[in-house]
């Protein structure tokens, strides 16, 4: 039998996207407000892939990833996704873009081995947690890189982002280095 142990020590990720800038800087310093000082910011990343947000975000979009000083516990995915849509509805209610669904926000967690992502639509990749809330591992680093599955979303697929994960996940490697110090 094999007996229960705390997950593997895990940060915070948050993609953030939208067409304007100003919600982008929103979504940031809220974010910060909420959980905290940021270790790493992404660029804002051109986001191509799919016309899927197109009718209600308009086209153009940037993502950009923060990654969180803060350790993160994998048990508060299902918080920080309902926070984050709470974050859309709020942002979206000020009345600043004419779009239907100005912001995007899907927080996540890294992990030695894994980048996880939140979401509130059942797939046959995903896991439900509680609450309506269901998380993927989106991609898994093995044989020094990232590796994605079948059911990942193409851009992050792309190299530009796994670079800036593996950052992020370097960053936390040498975090855990500190504290076993």
């Known amino acids: 039998m094999g007996e229960p142990s ?3 020590p895990a940060i915070r990720l948050l993609a953030a996207f939208s067409r304007h800038s100003a919600a982008l800087d929103w979504a940031r310093d809220t974010a910060t407000t909420a959980w ?3 270790a790493l910011a992404s660029p804002v990343f051109p986001f191509t892939e799919t016309d899927y947000y197109r ?10 990833f923060f990654v969180f000083e803060q350790p993160f516990d994998p048990a508060e995915l299902v918080d920080a996704k309902l926070q984050t849509n709470t974050w859309e509805q709020e942002y979206a209610a000020l009345g600043r873009h004419h779009e239907e669904r100005p912001l995007n926000l899907d927080p996540g967690y890294i992990t030695s081995a894994k980048l996880v992502l939140a979401s509130t639509k059942d797939f046959a990749h995903r896991i439900y947690l509680e609450r309506g809330i269901y998380a993927e591992v989106t991609l898994h680093y093995q044989g020094r890189g990232w590796q994605h599955h079948r059911f990942s979303f193409p851009d992050y697929q792309r190299s530009d982002y796994q670079a800036f994960f593996t950052q992020a996940r370097d960053y936390l490697r040498a975090h855990k280095r500190e504290v076993r110090r």
């Open 36 to 38: 905290g000082p940021i």
């Open 6 to 8: 705390e997950p593997e």
């Open 55 to 64: 009718a209600t975000m308009g086209p153009g979009l940037g993502k950009i």
